[in-house]
T-cell receptor, first 111, second 113 residues
């Protein structure tokens, strides 16, 4: 059973456009929601993260929007660049240690 | 700091063979993790450790074993390799209290034939 559901599976965006990736969860015990970025042949790396007591967090061109009542959160990439082409994973952590990952979104930004 | 290092980068095993995937971190992190990544499935937690001498199962522990004798090292053992264990394996670590970010190694691509 997938604890965190992620969509879309793949996304193609023009350079300068906005990329939006969505995730949903059911477990209300999750207390930390990170997004990881992974380039081919590399391990995932933390991009940005949010806690459920905050509705939005912005770091540069990357923004997480969090809707606690709907149990959904999303990643917005503004002014998408070819260098943003990668696979993005949302995740959620319980009060213990474990991260549950979404299935990933492969983003391609066309020049 | 080298961060999290994993060896080997690639390995091909025959069914029934055994091997150990090595993971070392030089950040003095208490928590360490092993994940497997399969296409379209995201990352699944195999085992984790909250400190030397302490390990626990994750979502998909069957067919694997771990040990944590030092803070730095967290090897993953496959005893009887099966085709279902063909995957990319990632090791990760995080500081513990006050630090939720997990730092990932570069991965080991394992093929079982």
């Amino acid at each position: 059973q997938q604890q965190v559901k992620q969509s879309p599976q793949s996304l193609i965006v023009q350079k300068g456009g906005i990329s939006i990736i969505n995730c949903a969860y059911e477990n209300t015990a999750f207390d930390y929601f990170p997004w990881y970025q992974q380039f081919p042949g590399k391990g995932p790396a933390l991009l940005i993260a949010i806690r459920p007591d905050v509705s939005e967090k912005k770091e540069g061109r990357f923004t997480i929007s969090f809707n606690k009542s709907a149990k959904q959160f999303s990643l917005h990439i503004m002014d998408s660049q070819p260098g943003d082409s990668a696979t993005y994973f949302c995740a959620a952590k319980t009060g213990a240690n474990n991260l549950f990952f979404g299935t990933g979104t492969r983003l391609t930004v066309i020049p | 700091n080298a961060g999290v290092t994993q060896t080997p980068k690639f390995r091909i095993l025959k069914i029934g063979q055994s091997m150990t995937l090595q993971c070392t971190q030089d950040m003095n992190h208490n928590y360490m993790y092993w994940y497997r990544q399969d296409p379209g499935m995201g990352l699944k937690l195999i085992y984790y450790s909250v400190g030397a001498g302490i390990t626990d199962k994750g979502e998909v522990p069957n067919g694997y074993n771990v040990s944590r004798s030092t803070t730095e090292d967290f090897p993953l053992r496959l005893e009887l390799a099966a085709p279902s264990q063909t995957s990319v394996y990632f090791c990760a670590s995080r500081p513990g209290r006050g630090g939720n970010e997990q730092f990932f190694g570069p991965g080991t691509r394992l093929t079982v034939l």
